[in-house]
């Protein structure tokens, strides 16, 4: 999968998202600690599919298992992006108070300096 199929496999998941209120929330907070994927500055959506994605798809041993490009084929990184949506509509955006303070932390912390 290409840098550019990848950032828009991030987009269309950011898209599916942003009827709801927490998600623009998340994405304001992105945009105060601004990401970028090689040399392409990434979109606060793209930077919040991003983080979530490989944060929610850790191992028992902390390793995100979520496939990057040139980690899996772009299937799997098609269906990874996708079960990612569904879960975290469902198990975050819609049924759980964020803590958007922690989250605030998290993005300064992953931050490029």
């Known amino acids: ?45 793209q930077q919040c599919v991003l983080a979530f994605w490989r944060i929610l798809s850790r191992d028992d041993q902390g390793q995100s298992t979520a496939p990057m490009p040139g980690e899996g084929t772009e299937e799997e990184i098609r269906q990874s992006l996708s079960d990612f949506q569904e879960d975290f509509e469902t198990s975050v955006l819609i049924n759980t108070d964020l803590d958007l303070d922690s989250i605030r932390e998290l993005f300064a912390a992953l931050a490029p300096s």
């Open 1 to 45: 999968m290409s840098e550019e199929d990848f950032l828009q496999a991030l987009t269309g998941v950011d898209v599916q998202l942003s009827s709801h209120a927490n998600w623009q929330e998340l994405k304001g907070i992105a945009s105060d600690h601004p990401w970028s994927l090689g040399e392409t500055p990434l979109t606060p959506g």
